[in-house]
Nanobody, 126 residues
């Protein structure tokens, strides 16, 4: 059974930092890209960042470039999202997802992604 478990969300002031974790199990970790997506109230889910071992690439949305860093510990089957210089606009539920699309393609194929975590709330106060 595929499982993706996010952790690390919370409440932080603007300018602060959080590190999200996505622990994966039930599939061959190296064969999948892991993406972070977020959904704010009243908005559509959007791609934030992605890492693909098979492609050897990482992806960042323009809105988080330079502030967020994605990394992977393949020995632990865990992907991290280090979020610095957080802004109130970053407030959302953050989800990790596993897929076999390219990182860039996954941003447009959100509804086709089958493996999702339960989400973790990130709230940034001004």
């Amino acid at each position: 059974e595929v499982q993706l478990v996010e952790s690390g969300g919370g409440l932080v002031q603007a300018g602060g930092s959080l590190r999200l974790s996505c622990a994966a199990s039930g599939f061959t970790f190296d064969d999948y890209a892991i993406g972070w997506f977020r959904q704010a109230p009243g908005k559509e889910r959007e791609g934030v960042s992605c890492i693909s071992s098979s492609e050897g690439v990482t992806y960042y949305a323009d809105s988080v470039m330079g502030r967020f860093t994605i990394s992977s510990d393949n020995a632990k089957n865990t992907v991290y999202l280090q979020m610095n210089s957080l802004e109130p606009e970053d407030t959302a539920v953050y989800y990790c997802a596993a897929h076999t699309y390219s990182c860039i393609a996954s941003v447009s194929l959100i509804t086709d992604i089958g493996y999702w975590g339960q989400g973790t709330q990130v709230t940034v106060s001004s």
